[in-house]
């Protein structure tokens, strides 16, 4: 069922997509839906730190522009980022591929296929309202800072309003599965590829006391 919930349609009357998603994610997907979870907290983490210094960062995209109150907004901002870390990946739903690189590593034809889930995910969220604002995130997030490296080609982080917080999911998702145990060395090591694989204006916030606990 969960590998076949990019065919449900979303319309007036029916359930949302994203409340499906997360519904099935949750009951027939548990590891990744704990792994984006977790990776949900330490976007709402760095973007909670940046917003603080700076309320107008994320104001490229619309709707948390449009918000006058600073704590409405930044109320809206982290719940966007607990769902940009749940949604951020949903393309894997759709393969097997995902579980396989657990156990071993991909051959090369393997990892083209697997490279499919940003452009999937992308899809499949961008063709329904609930989830339209979380589909830049699942497309540039495995895309370089500058350009030179990552994955897919089609993701142009200059012309994207969400880019910003597709910078944070990709310093979240770096942090997560380097994290085995010493943050700290997880965090030195993002900060080194900082204007490289990296936005610096994410890196400068990884200090935060949120990401130290």
């Given at each position: 069922?969960?590998?076949?919930?990019?065919?449900?349609?979303?319309?007036?009357g029916t359930?949302?997509?994203?409340?499906?998603?997360?519904?099935l994610?949750?009951?027939?997907?548990?590891?990744?839906?704990?792994?984006?979870?977790?990776?949900?907290?330490?976007?709402?983490?760095?973007?909670?730190?940046?917003?603080?210094?700076?309320?107008?960062?994320?104001?490229?995209?619309?709707?948390?522009?449009?918000?006058?109150?600073?704590?409405?907004?930044?109320?809206?901002?982290?719940?966007?980022?607990?769902?940009?870390?749940l949604?951020?990946n949903?393309?894997?739903?759709?393969?097997?591929?995902?579980?396989?690189?657990?156990?071993?590593?991909?051959?090369?034809?393997?990892?083209?296929?697997?490279?499919?889930?940003?452009?999937?995910?992308r899809?499949?969220?961008?063709?329904?309202p609930?989830?339209?604002r979380?589909?830049?995130?699942?497309?540039?997030?495995?895309?370089?800072y500058?350009?030179e490296?990552?994955?897919?080609?089609?993701?142009?982080?200059?012309?994207?309003?969400?880019?910003?917080?597709?910078?944070?999911?990709?310093?979240?998702?770096?942090?997560?599965?380097?994290?085995?145990?010493d943050?700290?060395?997880?965090?030195?090591k993002?900060?080194s590829?900082?204007?490289?694989?990296?936005?610096?204006?994410?890196?400068?916030?990884?200090?935060?006391?949120?990401?130290?606990?």
């Open positions: 069922v969960l590998f076949r919930s990019g065919d449900y349609y979303e319309t007036d359930y949302p997509y994203s409340e499906v998603v997360e519904n994610l949750f009951r027939f997907d548990s590891p990744m839906y704990l792994r984006s979870l977790k990776t949900g907290a330490l976007i709402q983490a760095i973007a909670g730190a940046i917003f603080d210094a700076d309320p107008t960062f994320f104001d490229d995209i619309d709707f948390l522009r449009a918000i006058g109150d600073a704590a409405k907004k930044r109320s809206a901002l982290i719940d966007y980022a607990k769902k940009c870390g949604y951020h949903i393309g894997l739903t759709k393969m097997n591929l995902a579980r396989l690189a657990e156990s071993r590593s991909l051959f090369e034809r393997e990892y083209q296929i697997y490279k499919l889930h940003t452009l999937t995910g899809d499949d969220l961008a063709a329904r609930s989830t339209a979380y589909a830049d995130i699942a497309l540039g997030y495995q895309r370089w500058n350009g490296g990552g994955y897919p080609e089609s993701y142009i982080r200059t012309t994207s309003p969400f880019r910003q917080m597709a910078d944070v999911t990709a310093v979240a998702v770096f942090l997560e599965e380097e994290c085995s145990g943050a700290h060395a997880a965090i030195e993002a900060i590829l900082e204007n490289k694989r990296f936005s610096p204006l994410v890196t400068a916030h990884l200090s935060s006391e949120d990401l130290k606990q």
